[in-house]
């Protein structure tokens, strides 16, 4: 019997637009196009209407209709009275001594997910979440100890975006001199949740922030990360066309089953078929695999050869990233000098294995970290590595 849809279940909160004012952010153009015709604007118009309320929006960070100029005045009260622009509301916000920022943002229901910037020399990250929750309970993985509560919507998604360029002080304003540097440069989809789990949402965010009449993001410069949910790999390649990150960890089915227990749907071998079947799969666009260093589990020599072994046929990079402990956290980070033998020999075979700097540990923003405030149930170290399977 077929799999059912991977990313319909009873937690995906409806795709209708919801009772009362229309937010605007999240529609797609043809879906923006659609609600203006809808509530009044002519079908001739609409095309030039959706192209100019999209720049005032995504362009220029504009949430006031009456700030939009180049609408008559009387457009725009009726647009007042029908759609909102509304971005997620900022609960609280943190900062690391490392430069880096943590956002705890309240969405519809009063759910909230935690969003991280990282600044570089050379670039600006955001770590955007996709979810409430997380349902992939990565036994390594904070958020993983956080039941899936629902999908984010488009709007919540590319809402991160937009609350982290407000924060940041990054929108253009009109007429001023084009400045290139961009402190928010980079997207990775690595935040709360599995992003293919929620793939449409995730899809119709990331196409507005690629628009190149908006946030205007190389596609090259969005990153998806996902644990391996193996029949939407090919979809983001052909309808995102991002770059592709998976979060591996371990190079035997029998750790994996317990690491990533998604493994137990979908294996190595499956996985493995998947990633060298990938439409954007080249040297030019490798994938990254992710894999977080535990001490004692998945750190040997051996774990890296075999690592070499799976990697071949696919241009790949391995990123190796060590364990970011938090509280009641199950593993101990591997040493650096075991890190670094292990990272040797990846890169003697030939794949790029830089060794991730840990950022924002001090804030719970580091990989692994994010997890809801009013989620955060504190359970003790005991039961945490009960549920693992590492106690008898």
């Given at each position: 019997?077929?799999?059912?849809?991977?990313?319909?279940?009873?937690?995906?909160?409806?795709r209708?637009?919801?009772?009362?004012?229309?937010?605007?952010?999240?529609?797609?153009?043809?879906q923006?196009?659609?609600?203006?015709?809808?509530?009044?604007?002519?079908?001739?118009?609409?095309k030039?209407?959706?192209?100019?309320?999209?720049?005032?929006?995504?362009?220029w960070?504009?949430?006031?209709?009456?700030?939009?100029?180049?609408?008559?005045?009387?457009y725009?009260?009726?647009?007042?009275e029908?759609?909102?622009?509304?971005i997620?509301?900022v609960?609280?916000?943190?900062?690391?001594?490392?430069?880096?920022?943590?956002?705890?943002?309240?969405?519809?229901?009063?759910?909230?997910?935690?969003?991280?910037?990282i600044?570089?020399?050379?670039r600006?990250?955001?770590?955007?979440?996709s979810q409430?929750?997380?349902?992939?309970?990565c036994?390594?993985?904070?958020?993983?100890?956080?039941?899936?509560?629902?999908?984010?919507?488009?709007?919540?998604?590319?809402?991160?975006?937009?609350m982290?360029?407000?924060?940041?002080?990054?929108w253009?304003?009109?007429?001023?001199?084009k400045?290139?540097?961009?402190?928010l440069?980079?997207?990775?989809?690595?935040?709360?949740?599995?992003?293919?789990?929620?793939?449409?949402?995730?899809?119709?965010?990331?196409?507005?922030?690629?628009?190149?009449?908006?946030?205007?993001?190389s596609r090259?410069?969005?990153?998806l990360?996902?644990?391996?949910?193996?029949?939407?790999?090919?979809?983001?390649?052909d309808?995102?066309?991002?770059?592709?990150?998976?979060?591996?960890?371990?190079?035997?089915?029998?750790?994996?089953?317990?690491?990533?227990?998604?493994?137990?749907?979908w294996?190595?071998?499956?996985?493995?078929?998947?990633?060298?079947?990938?439409?954007?799969?080249?040297?030019?666009e490798?994938?990254?695999?992710?894999?977080?260093?535990?001490?004692?589990?998945?750190?040997?020599?051996a774990?890296a050869?075999?690592?070499?072994?799976?990697?071949?046929?696919?241009?790949a990079?391995?990123?190796?990233?060590?364990?970011?402990?938090?509280?009641?956290?199950?593993?101990?980070?591997?040493?650096?000098?075991?890190?670094?033998?292990?990272?040797?020999?990846?890169y003697?075979?030939?794949?790029?294995?830089?060794?991730?700097?840990?950022?924002?540990?001090?804030?719970?923003?580091?990989?692994?970290?994010?997890?809801?405030?009013?989620?955060?149930?504190r359970?003790?170290?005991k039961?945490?590595?009960?549920?693992?399977?590492?106690?008898?």
């Amino acid at each position: 019997m077929a799999d059912a849809p991977i990313t319909q279940d009873v937690l995906t909160i409806p795709r209708k637009l919801p009772e009362g004012p229309v937010n605007l952010v999240g529609l797609t153009r043809p879906q923006l196009r659609e609600a203006l015709i809808a509530h009044g604007t002519p079908e001739k118009q609409a095309k030039m209407r959706v192209g100019q309320i999209w720049q005032w929006i995504y362009q220029w960070g504009v949430r006031d209709f009456d700030a939009m100029t180049n609408l008559s005045k009387l457009y725009r009260a009726q647009l007042a009275e029908t759609f909102v622009i509304e971005i997620p509301e900022v609960v609280s916000k943190q900062v690391s001594v490392d430069g880096t920022r943590k956002w705890l943002v309240r969405i519809a229901g009063g759910h909230e997910v935690e969003v991280v910037y990282i600044p570089e020399e050379d670039r600006g990250t955001l770590c955007v979440s996709s979810q409430v929750g997380c349902t992939l309970t990565c036994s390594f993985c904070h958020t993983g100890t956080q039941k899936l509560v629902r999908n984010l919507t488009s709007a919540e998604i590319v809402g991160q975006v937009m609350m982290a360029r407000d924060d940041l002080g990054e929108w253009p304003v009109p007429g001023a001199p084009k400045d290139e540097t961009r402190l928010l440069s980079n997207i990775v989809l690595m935040g709360m949740g599995e992003p293919l789990y929620n793939f449409e949402n995730v899809r119709d965010a990331m196409k507005i922030c690629m628009d190149e009449e908006g946030i205007q993001l190389s596609r090259r410069r969005i990153t998806l990360s996902t644990s391996g949910v193996v029949p939407e790999i090919a979809r983001t390649a052909d309808e995102i066309g991002c770059q592709l990150a998976v979060s591996f960890h371990a190079t035997t089915d029998a750790v994996r089953d317990t690491l990533v227990p998604i493994n137990k749907r979908w294996n190595i071998e499956t996985l493995l078929a998947a990633l060298k079947a990938y439409p954007r799969g080249r040297n030019s666009e490798r994938i990254t695999f992710e894999y977080v260093m535990l001490d004692g589990v998945n750190d040997t020599d051996a774990d890296a050869h075999r690592l070499v072994a799976l990697l071949d046929g696919i241009p790949a990079k391995v990123n190796l990233i060590p364990f970011n402990e938090w509280p009641g956290a199950p593993y101990k980070r591997s040493s650096n000098n075991r890190i670094r033998a292990f990272a040797n020999i990846i890169y003697q075979a030939g794949y790029a294995s830089p060794i991730r700097t840990p950022r924002g540990e001090d804030i719970l923003a580091a990989c692994g970290q994010l997890k809801s405030a009013t989620e955060r149930a504190r359970k003790s170290r005991k039961q945490i590595a009960a549920e693992a399977g590492l106690t008898s």
